[in-house]
């Protein structure tokens, strides 16, 4: 009966962790440790199985060889992953062109303290949103794709907008009194409850998007945009637009009403940065 508990690999005898020899690759792992065929009762311990696992790395030498084969089989038999577009030469001068500049916004916010003040800012009440923002530029989908670079951020911004809807995840929304056409947005975190963001975005009266900061890690970064600001941006220059033709579900809600604000001149400067 004792034989019933012994390894086959090891020889020593154990109760629990003993199992059965089911798969080919292990049997013939086995066999080359035993030299001998596998009888019916044979078992394997959890140590030589593991064992017999990190010997399953073994291919990691021939991956190389395999991505090779994989990929030529795709090249002659599948059709192209991604083609080129006539506009691609225009995006990556924009781009290269964008790499050059530094970002205005967060230079004006941090030598004017803008991140700090209160007193210069007007809250954007909820239910007047639309209005008081009548002025800010419709953006088309193919403009915001100009503006984040891609659309990774674009995919995600309305799951992060519609996030906000809940009591607990509004967003506070306003204009500044001494800076015209500059919004300021506080935003909860991606990534943590406890944490919020500042975003600043500023526009032209031409119906131009200059600029934006955001006081996440990635906020800064002039070619695209981080998810905060992609968000805000979708939501004020598209979405808003969709709500007023009834043809989707009202995001003004998103916004935090002025009359639960409490009043204070206190610094509301943001915890450390984080995406």
């Known amino acids: 009966m004792a034989k019933d508990f ?16 089911t798969t080919k690759a292990l049997k013939q792992f086995v066999r080359k440790r035993i030299e001998r065929n596998l009888e019916e009762n044979d078992v394997i311990c959890e140590k030589c199985r593991s064992i017999y696992r990190k010997t399953l790395k073994t291919a990691i030498p021939i991956i190389g060889d395999l991505l090779r084969i994989v990929c030529a089989v795709c090249n002659k038999f599948r059709p192209p992953l991604a083609g080129t577009h006539p506009e691609d030469k225009s995006i990556a001068e924009a781009m290269l062109e964008k790499c050059k500049k530094g970002n205005a916004i967060q230079k004006m916010v941090t030598e004017e303290g803008l991140l700090t003040k209160r007193t210069i ?6 239910s007047n949103v639309l209005d008081e923002l009548a002025d800010f530029p419709v953006l088309s989908m ?10 990774y951020q674009l995919k995600q911004a309305p799951n992060y907008v519609r996030e906000h809807e809940g009591e607990d995840g509004k967003f506070e929304l306003y204009v500044c009194k001494i800076k015209e056409n500059l919004l300021k947005i506080k935003i909860q975190s991606r990534h943590s409850n ?24 990635s906020g800064a970064r002039v070619v695209g945009c981080c998810a905060h600001v992609a968000s805000v941006l979708w939501y004020l220059g ?3 637009l969709e709500q007023q033709s009834g043809s989707r579900r009202d995001f003004k809600t998103s916004v935090l009403d002025a009359s639960h604000i409490p009043s204070s001149d206190e610094s509301d400067c943001d915890s450390l940065p984080e995406e």
């Not at 012994?6 to 020899?21: A, E, F, M």
């Not at 800012?121 to 909820?126: E, F």
């Not at 975003?199 to 934006?212: A, L, Q, R």
């Open 121 to 126: 800012y007007k809250l954007v009440d909820a």
């Open 238 to 240: 598209y979405q808003r």
């Open 194 to 217: 406890k944490l919020s963001h500042t975003v600043f975005i500023s526009y032209s009266d031409e119906g131009d998007i200059e600029g934006w900061y955001c006081t996440c890690k």
């Open 142 to 151: 193919d403009k915001l794709r100009e503006i984040t670079m891609g659309v």
């Open 6 to 21: 012994k390894c086959v690999v090891c020889g020593r005898c154990h109760l629990k962790s003993r199992r059965k020899i």
